[in-house]
């Protein structure tokens, strides 16, 4: 009973989200980093507004984030504090190709993530590392138009293989890209799409995702040739769709929910287009770019896990009467009733995690790995900068309660839980400081202001006991 003697408890981040120094020691320029706060930041990352530079008018929250890159001695000593057995952290490739189509790799961005690997074993923490976080270079969006193009894959191709190769003994844990559906919903952020007027949309999105799948099964392939100690996972942005009421035309539209997000990873871990998405796309006249070889290869070499992040679960309807949404959230969802939101109108269902792993490992049968999930929430510190927590602990506590009685109830595998944001940092969807997720406040608002200083919070002190107790205390 209980959760694996060896689970992987920690925290998850991205590199554009805390690292800042965007131009320090080479690092080239990526779509992230031309995101603003604000609210023009939705109509960019979803690629309906191209906005490819830095202007005056606009504060780009990524250019120094919370200066991790500058910092990241002081921060992971709080992760080895904290007990952390793992560290979700992704690299950003502009570091190791500042254009992206460069043969030779910048041995700056290199090294300072090898000392970075080296500081978490220190601490016994094992690095778990995103290829991709939502970051694609700046000069590959300009010169091929990012994921749609197929000349990716050999820039991908080539990020790869360097850091297998050069991370080989400092990192076994790998997922190749962040929340890979998100590419409907944030194509701009997911894969440096903007669209062109009077283009079919879905069939740009399908093209594009067609590239990422392939290029993540060529990952999972030298990954593996390079150290078969490699273990790949993709990476779902996941959360059930329940049906709006048993009306049978609701239960369909919930299905069908699921799987459009299902789609990538049956592709990554069955290694197959399913028939609901071949049927889909021809009937709408998409094409799926194949490639001789494209098919063996996602085949061939499909993924050793299954990791996912968690926030909510969705409501599907298949009314077009029914049309109030919940607010806040890229991922649209009709409202649902019984449930509480959080201040930025994510609704919580801790139930509906244990529900999502019974989903995805009823599918897949593969190892699950939960590597984002957590409140955002504003928090009020004290005059000494602390900040009592109890609505974060409340979230932690339910939702890995219901984690363990996926486990312990229902037989779900899992590998380990990393918390979303264990130091504060910037919102992905909205560009702010102030929708915190961590243990840790760093000080700084919205704007930029702010002395960057850490305080640990209650949660800080909380999660350590649990990880202590191998998620026995909550
Ligand atoms: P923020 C939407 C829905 C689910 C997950 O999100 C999402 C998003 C994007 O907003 O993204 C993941 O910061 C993502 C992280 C992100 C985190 O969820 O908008 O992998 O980069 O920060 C939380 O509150």
């Known amino acids: 009973m209980g959760l694996r003697k060896d689970f992987l408890w920690g925290g998850a981040t991205a590199a554009n989200q805390l690292e800042g120094g965007y131009d320090q020691d080479g690092r080239g320029l990526a779509n992230v980093d031309v995101a603003p706060v604000g609210e023009d ?6 690629g ?6 830095f202007d005056d008018e606009h504060f780009y929250p990524a250019k120094e984030a919370i200066d991790h890159y500058n910092r990241y001695k002081e921060d992971i000593a709080l992760f080895g504090e904290m007990g952390f057995k793992t560290y979700r952290l992704s690299i950003a490739w502009t570091r190791i190709f500042p254009k992206g189509d460069e043969k030779e790799p910048n041995e700056a961005g290199l090294k300072f993530y090898e000392d970075l690997f080296k500081e978490c074993h220190k601490y016994g923490i094992e690095p778990l590392v995103t290829i991709t976080h939502f970051d694609c270079p700046m000069h590959l969006i300009k010169e091929y ?3 749609r193009n197929r000349k990716m894959l050999d820039f991908y191709e080539n990020l790869t293989r360097t850091l297998f190769t050069r991370y080989k003994g400092l990192v076994k844990y790998w997922l190749t890209f ?3 559906n998100i590419i409907l919903h944030a194509p701009f952020m997911g894969a440096g799409i ?3 007027e009077g283009e079919n949309k879905k069939e740009v999105l399908y093209r594009a995702a067609h590239h990422e799948l392939v290029a993540s099964a060529m990952a999972t392939k030298i990954a593996h040739e390079v150290d078969p100690k490699n273990q790949v996972g993709c990476m779902l942005a996941a959360g059930k769709n329940y049906p709006n009421s048993p009306r049978p035309i609701d239960v369909l539209a919930a299905q069908q929910a699921d799987r459009q997000n299902y789609f990538f990873i049956d592709v990554q871990s ?15 006249g998409i094409e799926i770019p194949f490639e001789e070889g494209d098919r063996e290869l996602l085949k061939e070499h499909t993924v050793d896990f299954i990791s996912f992040s968690y926030y909510s679960s969705r409501v599907a309807s298949g009314d077009p009467e029914v049309n109030e949404k919940t607010e806040g959230n890229i991922f649209a969802s009709v409202k649902n009733p019984y449930l509480e939101a959080s201040e930025w109108g994510w609704q919580i269902d801790p139930l509906g995690l244990r529900i999502t792993m019974n989903d ?10 939960i590597v984002e999930n957590g409140l955002g929430a504003i928090d009020k510190p004290d005059e000494n900068g602390y900040v009592e927590d109890d609505y974060r602990i409340d979230y932690l506590a339910s939702h890995i309660k219901a984690m363990k009685e996926a486990v312990e109830l229902d037989g779900v595998d899992l590998m380990g839980y990393t918390s979303w944001g264990c130091i504060d940092l910037v919102s992905a969807g909205t560009g702010e400081m102030k929708k915190r997720y961590g243990f840790i406040y760093v000080d700084r608002d919205n704007k930029g202001n702010g ?9 800080f002190h909380w999660y350590k006991k649990v990880i202590e107790t191998n998620g026995e205390d909550l």
Request: hydrophobic share 30%; charged share 40%.
């Open 41 to 46: 930041r939705r109509a960019i990352i979803s």
């Open 48 to 53: 309906e507004k191209k906005h490819l530079d």
């Open 145 to 147: 138009g990012g994921w």
């Open 178 to 180: 962040n929340e890979i």
């Open 194 to 196: 903007v669209f062109e």
């Open 270 to 284: 069955r290694g197959e287009y399913p028939a609901y998405a071949l049927k889909e796309l021809e009937r709408e």
């Open 360 to 369: 995805i490992y009823d599918r897949y049968q593969k190892p699950l790995f």
């Open 451 to 459: 002395t960057l200083e850490r305080t640990p919070k209650k949660s």
